[in-house]
């Protein structure tokens, strides 16, 4: 189950991440800060340039910004004066010494612009007022820069074809784990979510994540009556960070994990590819997705799939490796292609791909089509008009992936004994899983449309 963040990407999002746009069309001009008397703080730009719709202040008084958050004092400037955006603060009155911390954001044309890490310090004598405004505006920039539609941690000003994040693993850098424990509801994987070294880890260049049974870890007297305690949960939800086994209500069997870029990264609208090698293995499934970066949306709103091929080789079974399905799903419903090979998925290497537009979602492996669906296909609107994060990670079973006409599947969806009585055909499924049932990922590439 995924797990939606508990503020909004645009409070966490690093100004670092945010700042190195090479070709915005627009500059934020440097801001004039006015220290009045006998108290008051006036921080103002020019208005530079035609269109401007909204110019945000957001101040601190000798406290940084150690990511792109609401200040202590913040206005939405809607009106210019006098030919300035202007955001008075009446009545503090800093003294000197004091730093005062600022970023600003402009919409420009529709499009978000940022002046990033700004700082003030008060000396004993006010600036000078700003220079009167002539009718002359900085003219547009010319350049090759083609205006985009994507937008990257909520900041436009991109340009086509300029690549928003390209990542490969030498280190986790900007991507962070979910810890927690699965199996809470009848959709959820088998699994306990972890960043433990054995189930996650990185080498020359690649991120591999490979499931193992907790009983591996641990003992088998966990699973069955043991008590779980996950150091460093980041579920808000008690039970998913503590849990005890009881009955036939024994813990999740598994271990593995899952990594997001929803700490440092999101985006709406671009070319996604993810080079990655799919895992093999019975009931495993490999996770390659975008989730909403909006929590208000909820844990189960919906995400899309750029490849999901279940690790099962039982080639009497339609849901085996050579069958592989990208789409679309939707709380309980899900809108998937499916694409069949002589040769397994998880065989080698394979570029997984999605053209996100303002539109359509255009699915493919390997410069091959899988499916296209339009804002005209029953999809949420949200789909189109939210940004998404990249989730990478492995789970095991669960009561979504796997039908129950499966042959030889243990375990029933909605059974109350599903955790047992798939724990308890180990012996049949466990030693299909070898050194290749590890998810490999090579590199992720955001690129903008």
């Known amino acids: 189950m995924s797990r939606a963040p508990g503020v909004a990407v645009v409070v966490v999002a690093f100004g670092l991440l945010l700042s190195d746009v090479k070709c915005q069309k627009y500059e934020v001009p440097e801001a004039t ?24 202040f957001h101040v601190n008084i000798n406290e940084e910004f150690q990511t792109l958050a609401h200040g202590h004092y913040a206005q939405d400037v809607v009106k210019k004066k006098d030919g300035r955006w202007t955001y008075h603060i ?36 006010s600036p000078p007022p700003p220079p009167p405004v002539t009718p002359d505006r900085i003219p547009d920039p010319s350049g090759p820069c083609q205006s985009s539609s994507s937008t990257k941690n909520r900041q436009g000003g991109l340009c086509r074809g300029q690549i928003m994040l390209h990542k490969t693993f030498d280190n986790l850098d900007g991507w962070s784990y979910e810890v927690f424990i699965g199996g809470s509801h009848l ?57 005890q086994a009881t009955g036939f209500l024994i813990l999740p069997p598994v271990m593995s994990a899952r990594v997001k870029s929803k700490n440092s990264f999101s985006f709406r609208y671009g070319t996604v590819e993810i080079r990655a090698k799919l895992p093999r293995g019975d009931w495993i499934v490999p996770e390659l997705w975008l989730e909403p970066a909006n929590s208000n949306l909820g844990a189960n709103w919906g995400r899309m799939v750029l490849g999901m091929a ?33 040769v397994r998925w998880g065989q080698d290497f394979h570029t997984y791909r999605l053209v996100w537009s303002h539109d359509r979602l255009e699915f493919s492996v390997d410069g091959q089509p899988l499916t ?9 609107s949200s789909f ?50 070898d050194k290749d049932s590890a998810l490999q990922i090579e590199s992720v590439k955001v690129t903008a449309l």
């Not at 503090?92 to 003030?120: C, F, N, R, T």
Request: with cysteine.
């Open 90 to 125: 009446p009545l503090i009155k800093p003294k000197q010494g004091d730093v005062i911390y600022y970023w600003i954001y402009a919409i420009i044309e529709g499009l978000g612009y940022h002046a990033l890490d700004k700082s003030y310090t008060v000396t004993e004598g």
């Open 372 to 380: 296209t669906l339009t804002s005209n296909s029953g999809l949420k």
């Open 187 to 243: 959709d959820d994987e088998f699994t306990v979510f972890t960043k433990d070294s054995r189930v996650s880890w990185l080498d020359n260049g690649k991120l591999y994540i490979q499931p193992i049974m907790m009983e591996e870890r641990y003992s088998e007297a966990l699973v069955n009556i043991g008590t779980l305690n996950l150091e460093g949960c980041t579920s808000p939800i008690p039970e998913e960070c503590s849990r």
């Open 33 to 56: 800060v006015e220290i009045l008397k006998p108290r008051g703080i006036k921080i103002s730009i020019p208005d530079f340039v035609e269109h401007i719709s909204l110019v945000a």
């Open 384 to 433: 189109f008009t939210e940004e998404f994060y990249i989730t990478l990670g492995v789970h095991v079973a669960g009561g979504r992936d796997f039908p129950d006409s499966m042959r030889n599947k243990p375990w029933k969806n909605t059974h109350p004994k599903r955790f047992v009585n798939f724990w308890l055909d180990k012996q049949s499924w466990r030693p299909t899983w």
């Open 310 to 342: 279940r690790g099962n080789t039982d080639v009497a079974t339609t849901e085996n490796n050579r069958l592989l399905e990208a789409g679309v799903l939707m709380n309980s419903s899900s809108q998937y292609s499916q694409l069949t090979r002589d």
